[in-house]
């Protein structure tokens, strides 16, 4: 009974579950590489991504003040201050303290410790002590290490170093608007091209044309890495190996199998009676296919423009080998992250918010065009 039209499956549930659990499989990745780009290298060396709202328990180093502070009382020396405020840590609540590394926590706030040289220190919870010696301090302050909890802390300063960095080698701004510069055309122009031929492998009668699709058909298996030499030769010969027209027209090509299938598949599924009718009404076949075919089409013109962005966003293997460039100035985003990852591997907070700024585009385009994605790729699989 469960194949009957009208009943619903009894594994509906355990597509909703997979469905669910895809979702958070990306979703989970994405939220903390996101918070990871507000926080500081502290944070994310003591804690992951998920404690990030709740204060975190953190040990600091600190050193009180020298002997220039120093005050004589009776017969003893004695310094006193902030030991939060002298050292720029922020306000900060101590719950323990030491002396020694070994022993970080060995007295609570408001305890008297001996210090070694036979000195004596008390410190509060807000960081205020009192340091006192029957002889003359001497060098440098007494270090002191507090364990403290720290409120939750978000920052920009990650997004200004990425976004607006003089730093050719951090920042992210230049690679950003060079991405831009190769994704875009390098998503129009196969669109433009493979309209035309979609329409013509469609509707129009001509010798060969189910070869040619038979060929588009069989492009679509072959590994791009197949054609990265001959191409790149080709371009060498001609003179575009190495700039924005080489790259735009690799991605062209190696795009443009997917583009004909697809939105060939998608025309044929049009009704037969509109074409004809505009064909009666003597309407040409350019004609048709500007005013009749590309609107009705968006949904596979959409379908095409969100795979063929998003490839074209995150690559990384053609713009190694189609834009080359020494000096930097053509250098796109996911080459600008590797080399990020080669010099500056231990800056997890860099990394994190340059990944997000590269992810964020294709976010954007994703979620605003999404809508058209099912239907462009269902077209023509049911008549």
């Given amino acids: 009974m469960d194949n009957i039209a009208g009943h619903k499956s009894s594994l509906t549930w355990a597509v909703h579950i997979s469905v669910a659990l895809l979702v958070l499989l990306w979703l989970l990745p994405t939220l903390g590489l996101l918070v990871s780009s507000f926080r500081t290298a502290d944070q994310i060396a003591g804690s992951g991504w998920w404690a990030a709202p709740f204060p975190q328990e953190e ?40 002396t020694s590394a070994r022993d970080v926590s060995a007295y609570a706030p408001g305890d008297t410790a001996e210090m070694r040289g036979g000195e004596t220190m008390t410190l509060a919870a807000d960081g ?12 440098r302050g007494e270090r002191v290490f507090v364990s403290a909890t720290v ?14 960095s003089d730093d050719s080698r951090e920042g992210m701004a230049k690679a950003f608007f ?51 030499i001959p191409l790149l030769r080709l371009h060498l010969s001609i003179g575009i190996g190495k700039g924005y ?19 060939r598949n998608y025309m044929v599924g ?26 009705l089409s ?15 966003w995150n690559d990384l293997l053609v713009a190694l080998v189609f834009l080359i460039d020494a000096s930097g100035q053509t250098t796109v985003m996911t080459r600008q992250i590797v080399e990020l990852l080669g010099t500056r591997g231990g800056n997890w907070e860099i990394l994190a918010t340059a990944a997000f700024v590269s992810i964020s585009v294709p976010l954007v385009v994703f979620f605003a065009m ?14």
């Fill in 59 to 98: 040990s600091l180093q600190l050193r009180t003040a020298g002997p220039d502070e120093m005050t004589q009382e009776g017969d003893l020396y004695v310094i006193e201050g902030n030991l939060l405020e002298q050292n720029e840590a922020g306000e900060l609540d101590i719950s323990a303290w030491g």
């Fill in 270 to 295: 049009l009704p037969r009676d509109i074409i004809e009718n505009a064909k009666v009404d003597g309407a040409t076949d350019f004609q048709i296919f500007t005013r009749i075919v590309l609107p």
């Fill in 178 to 228: 060079n991405t831009l510069t190769v994704t875009i055309p390098a998503t129009i122009i196969p669109i433009l091209i493979a309209a035309f031929a979609a329409y013509a492998l469609a509707w129009m009668d001509f010798p060969g044309r189910a070869l040619l699709v038979a060929a588009v058909v069989a492009l679509l298996v072959v590994p791009l890495q197949l054609a990265l």
């Fill in 128 to 139: 205020t002590y009192r340091l006192s010696s029957a002889e003359a301090f001497e060098g």
């Fill in 245 to 263: 027209m080489g790259v735009w027209l690799a991605h062209t090509a190696f795009g443009m199998p997917l583009a004909v299938y697809l939105l």
């Fill in 370 to 383: 999404q809508r058209y994605l099912v239907r462009g790729l269902l077209a023509g699989s049911v008549k």
């Fill in 298 to 312: 968006f949904p596979a013109l959409a379908s095409f423009a969100i795979f063929q962005f998003l490839w074209t």
């Fill in 151 to 164: 409120p939750p802390e978000f920052t920009l300063d990650n997004y200004e170093r990425i976004l607006f």
